[in-house]
Structure formats: structure tokens, C-alpha cells
């Protein structure tokens, strides 16, 4: 007779199989495009901060893009991981 805790069922070992198996395969989770941060989590803006704007910034990818940060940049926006050029 087994005492103590109960021995796992085979549905359970199964899915937690299964979701291992993704969590290697997938390790960014599903659905993720990118590992770009979304513009809220940037606090993005599409005006300067006083003179630092998207156009001076070292992550700025012309016309509209940016390494960091997805979706649609313009030259005169900013965020704050901006990143003045040396
Ligand atoms: S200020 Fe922000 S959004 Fe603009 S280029 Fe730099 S990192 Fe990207």
C-alpha cells in the first residue's frame, strides 16, 4: 500500500512533458515577434525631449525604426532608452 504523497497520473506527467518541450522550443513565448520593447513600455513619444530626438539617437534605423524599439519611429521622437551619438 503507497503511503504519503500521491503519485502523479499519466495525464499530468504528459503535460508537464509538453510544456517543458515548449518552453525550450519557444522560449520567448507564443506569439512573440520580436524583443524589441513595445512603444509604451519605451514611453515613447513622437516630439524631442527638450534637444534629444529619435534623429540624434545611436539606435535610430533611417527612415523609421529603431533597434530597440518597435513599430513606426519618427526622426523626431523620442524614448527613453535614447542614446545620444559620441
Ligand atoms: S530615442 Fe528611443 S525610439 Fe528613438 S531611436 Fe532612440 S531608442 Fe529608438
Redesign the pocket.
Known amino acids: 500500500m503507497h503511503m504519503g504523497r500521491p503519485l502523479p497520473t499519466r495525464r499530468y506527467l504528459l503535460r508537464t512533458a509538453i510544456s517543458g518541450a515548449f518552453a525550450v522550443l519557444a522560449p520567448h513565448g507564443p506569439g512573440r515577434a520580436s524583443d524589441k520593447m513595445t512603444r509604451e513600455q519605451?514611453q515613447?513619444q513622437d516630439q524631442p525631449k527638450g534637444i534629444s530626438?529619435?534623429a540624434t539617437?545611436t539606435?535610430?534605423e533611417p527612415p523609421r525604426s529603431?533597434?530597440?524599439?518597435e513599430g513606426d519611429?519618427s526622426p523626431q521622437?523620442?524614448?527613453k532608452?535614447?542614446?545620444l551619438a559620441d
Not at 529603431?66 to 524599439?69: D, L, P
Request: aromatic share 22%; net charge positive.
Open positions: 519605451a515613447y530626438m529619435c539617437c539606435l535610430f529603431c533597434k530597440v524599439v519611429v521622437g523620442w524614448c532608452a535614447f542614446a
